[in-house]
């Protein structure tokens, strides 16, 4: 700890700090442009100055800025020297000359970093009487939103999108004051977190095009904190709704998680909520059509159905809510509850799941992947799969140089010094999957190959590892060395990470990647192992227990089975169309519980509407075992109710009696954690409903929230009584506690003085560190302390692949791969059309031009996509796009037969 002098007084303050954060941590307000607690300091805008005094005698000091001074001990400083106060006016004045005073009509009026800072500089008055300097804006894509008149040139967008997220298609141009931000000509933003420059940015210059849609002020925005739910990382999110309808995604900063960024899936990928898809009332089949029911009478249908029969089974989800599929196994009974994977995710997230729980490596956290110092990757393309993990890979770079800096005694802020010292460096980072990733180019070594060369050379690094012979069937000699190479990358560093996950389907490559991590953490306990897993709660229903969709077909193939449940889930994304045709057609009663139309519900006698993440509460479990709650946003139109509460109904009304009495969220997580030890720690992830303030709940309007009147005035005149959330200790209503809150319960980011997202500082325990309290979640895995484990013998079965067959292999797309978020208008303008992924050379053996159409057969069908050239896939490999809206459902990967115009014509 170092002691500084703030005006005369002592304050002690963490070591490595410069000035800026600890004053900043200390709770004292010093404006600022160009410093960002994640990208550091670069003293670009000079806004916040500070006097510095050598001494207790010196009575004239000198100005420095905070961010590029460090806070070492004995330091004596004055935010109010008048000299300071002048320097930091005059620096808003300056900037101010070319800014427009657009503020009324500006995105970010009532939020903006820029209006917060001219206040708290005390600036007032514009001096300046000549002709601004203007550009012309840019189209940037379906996302985001350009103008670029409202620029100050504090580059914060250029060191997120370049230096952070690896974007190389943005950039500045031109030079003095005439400095330009954008693309060197129109176009989309490549980037997969491009974003998140609408919350880098202190002003208006990128603001959310979807947003723009469907514009509100953000004070008068409802707002609830959530989780994202399209991945298994768990993102926090905060989501907004006006007049019935999701607005926005916000980032929700979760020091272990995903800090202060999202992927631009979790923030675009929301309007499912809205869409013309949404079930809203309970619908009864009827002589083959829907008609809309009351909630009453589709339970009467129900109990009516349910009790002609035999009991249901009950099919569950990996996007639906721990408690959901609780309600849903208590109902049928924990031996008719299947758990609504496909075949082969099942397989893959119950070994995942097995590995986790009985290995002596630990998951770890998003922060704990990008703070480390070697990673290896087996066969997952991150950025697609993960992608905020695939952020955090690429912060490696940085780290790796800090730690030469360190040596040199260079602060691990000072931003410029320490990218001059990596330049060109590589991560220590290496990279095998079948197809070439985003990440490659900051990769120390990369390997091509198909999943079982991937996973023989996981065991090969395992072998190492332990000292063993390297002894792989089907290894040359290179990928031996190779194997040895990465064996001591790992074997050196402190804090080894191994990630791998469901991507590329393979059970060894999975197996093999903790080979690595039990290996590595025999000898050293900070050795991680991160499994990715393809849904938002596809480790969460694994933990609940349950059998295959495969066992829940053969059981109705056998008869005795004439109804079933199935909650949130489009079982035609989960297996070839005909065998869900055949699985469907034998049986009599079909009940499907979910918020969006699809080819389930289409074949459903009873089809009830669910709440989606915006409109009801509930637990989801990430990747890492981090259970974490997401609350309701908004009271939903309709018949729409949380999809437990349907179950509930069900089995009420349908002979159960009192059965499954839950009333609320905490009854219902108390019996969950009780019937299933695993989940006792869900129930330390939020506070209960009966949770208070100061005897109030915690408001989800803000204090500037306007028109309670007015929105309903087409209704009544009277401002109705707000409607009662019997399952958080949040309130719709701007009347409810207004102040510092648990984490998990924080439903916006706003301090006095601060409205724009830089008020996160406030809720700090140190600007940069954890919340205060805590950061949001409980794990619900830990490693086994054992020195005994059993290792997987590396032995793979051999594919047979004749001399005309192909591997095929599956792709993962950013946009287009996850269910729900292809829902949403503009993250379907950036997804692919299903095609065939080919190494140009073999695509040259086929006689094909790129984007000429080729014949795939595979899984006893023949079909016909459009041919992609990517570089870098193996020879005789070829890459299949996987859950694209429309697309075929094939498990991958398999054998098959690709033939170019010239086969077809031979054939």
């Known amino acids: 700890m170092a002691t500084i002098y703030l005006d005369g007084t002592p304050y002690e303050v963490e070591d490595g700090q410069n000035l800026l954060q600890a004053c900043l941590s200390l709770g004292f307000n010093i404006p600022y442009f160009c410093w960002h607690p994640a990208l550091h300091s670069v003293g670009a805008c000079r806004q916040c100055a500070v006097k510095r005094f050598k001494n207790e005698e010196d009575q004239k000091g000198e100005i420095v800025m905070a961010c590029m001074t460090p806070a070492v001990d004995n330091t004596r400083i004055s935010i109010n020297d008048t000299e300071a106060r002048q320097f930091r ?131 008068d925005l409802q707002t609830a904190p959530s989780v994202c739910v399209h991945c298994s990382l768990g993102c926090n999110i905060i989501a907004g709704e006006r007049y019935g309808r999701l607005r926005r995604i916000r980032n929700r900063y979760n020091h272990e998680v995903n800090g202060y960024f999202l992927c631009d899936r979790g923030r675009y990928g929301y309007e499912f909520v809205n869409s013309d898809r949404r079930l809203r009332q309970p619908m009864v089949k009827a002589k083959g059509t829907f008609k809309p029911v009351s909630k009453e009478r589709a339970l009467e249908h129900l109990a009516t159905l349910l009790n002609a029969g035999n009991s249901p089974v009950g099919i569950g989800s990996p996007r639906a809510s721990l408690e959901a599929n609780f309600a849903l196994r208590a109902l049928v009974g924990p031996e008719r509850f299947y758990l609504g994977f496909s075949d082969l995710d099942f397989q893959l997230v119950r070994a995942a799941l097995k590995i986790l729980q009985q290995g002596p490596a630990r998951s770890p956290s998003l922060r704990e992947i990008g703070s480390a110092d070697a990673v290896l990757v087996l066969g997952e393309d991150l950025t697609n799969t993960a992608p905020l993990m695939a952020l955090a890979l690429h912060q490696l770079v940085y780290g790796n140089a800090a730690r030469a800096a360190a040596e040199l005694q260079i602060p691990v802020w000072n931003d410029a010094a320490i990218r001059e010292i990596a330049q060109d460096q590589k991560a220590p980072l290496v990279i095998a999957a079948p197809t070439a990733t985003k990440l490659d180019h ?108 495969e066992a829940a077909c053969q059981v109705v193939q056998a008869g005795g089975v004439d109804s079933m449940i199935v909650l949130e889930n ?54 890492e075992g981090r259970a974490q709650r997401f609350f ?32 609320n969220l905490d009854q219902l997580v108390s019996a969950l954690a009780e019937a299933l030890p695993v989940f006792q720690g869900i129930q330390k992830a939020a506070p209960p409903a009966a949770f208070r303030l100061m005897g109030e709940k915690i408001a989800r309007q803000s204090h500037r929230f306007t028109g309670r009147t007015a929105m309903l005035a ?80 590396g032995i793979l079965p051999t594919m047979k692949i004749g001399s005309d067959e192909w591997l095929i292999v599956p792709v993962h797309h950013i946009f287009g791969s996850e269910e729900l978020s292809t829902v949403s208008a ?32 595979l899984d006893d069908g023949v079909f016909q996509f459009p041919s992609r050239f990517v570089s870098g896939l193996p020879h005789k490999v070829a890459g299949l796009p996987v859950g694209l809206p429309g697309a075929t459902t094939f498990k991958l990967p398999a054998v098959g037969k690709v033939k170019g115009a010239a086969d077809r014509a031979e054939g």
Request: hydrophobic share 40%.
């Open 570 to 623: 489009d079982l035609y994304r989960r297996s070839k169309s005909a065998a869900v045709d055949d699985l469907l057609s034998k049986i009599e009663y079909l009940v499907v519980i979910d918020h969006l139309a699809s080819g389930t519900t289409a074949k459903a006698q009873v089809v009830l509407p669910a709440a989606t993440f915006a409109e009801a509460a509930g637990t989801l479990v990430s990747n």
């Open 826 to 857: 503009a993250i379907a303008e950036r997804s692919p059309k299903p095609y065939v992924a080919l190494n140009p050379e073999d695509a040259a053996s086929l006689e094909l031009d790129e984007g000429e159409k080729v014949e795939l057969a």
């Open 89 to 219: 006016a005059s620096i808003i004045e300056w900037l101010m000359t070319n800014h427009p005073h657009d503020c009324p009509v500006c995105d970010e009026g009532g939020e903006c970093h820029l209006q917060d800072m001219t206040v708290m500089s005390g600036h007032g008055f514009r001096q300046f009487r000549f002709a601004k300097r203007t550009f012309r804006n840019q189209y940037l894509g379906p996302f985001i939103n350009h103008e670029m008149n409202r620029c100050i040139q504090c580059y914060r967008c250029l060191r997120f999108y370049h230096n952070y997220a690896g974007g190389r298609d943005f950039n500045v141009f031109g030079c003095h004051h005439h400095v330009y931000f954008g693309r060197h000509r129109e176009g989309v933003l490549e980037n997969e977190f491009s974003g998140n420059l609408v919350e880098i940015c202190p002003t208006g210059v990128f603001t959310d095009k979807t947003v723009k849609q469907h514009y509100t002020r953000k004070w």
């Open 632 to 663: 309701q946003v908004f009271v939903p139109e309709g018949e729409v109710q949380a999809s437990w509460r349907w179950l509930r109904d069900i089995s009420r009304t349908a002979g159960s009696g009192d059965r499954e009495p839950w009333e």
């Open 442 to 549: 900051v990769a120390k070594t990369t390997y091509r190959a198909s999943p079982d060369e991937v996973a023989r050379l996981g065991f090969a690094v395992a072998r190492c590892l332990s000292h063993e012979p390297v002894v792989v069937e089907g290894m040359a000699e290179e990928e031996v060395s190779l194997a040895q190479e990465i064996a001591q990358l790992l074997r050196q560093a402190k804090r080894p990470v191994v990630i791998s996950g469901t991507g590329c389907g393979s059970e060894a490559v999975i197996q093999a990647a903790a080979n690595v991590a039990w290996s590595l953490a025999a000898s050293n306990p900070a050795a991680g192992l991160s499994l990715v897993v393809p849904e938002c709660n596809s480790l969460g229903l694994a933990l609940l227990g349950g059998q295959s969709l």
């Open 714 to 793: 087409n209704i009544t005149v009277h401002e109705p009584k707000p409607e009662d959330d019997p399952d958080s200790p949040l309130a719709f209503s701007m009347e409810g506690y207004q102040g510092l809150v648990p984490p998990s319960l924080i439903t916006r980011f706003w301090a006095s003085g601060w409205n724009s997202v830089q008020a996160v500082n406030k809720f700090q325990s140190e600007v940069g560190g954890p919340l205060r309290g805590g950061d949001p979640g409980s794990r619900l895995i830990e490693p086994e302390k054992t020195e005994k484990f059993s290792s997987f013998d």
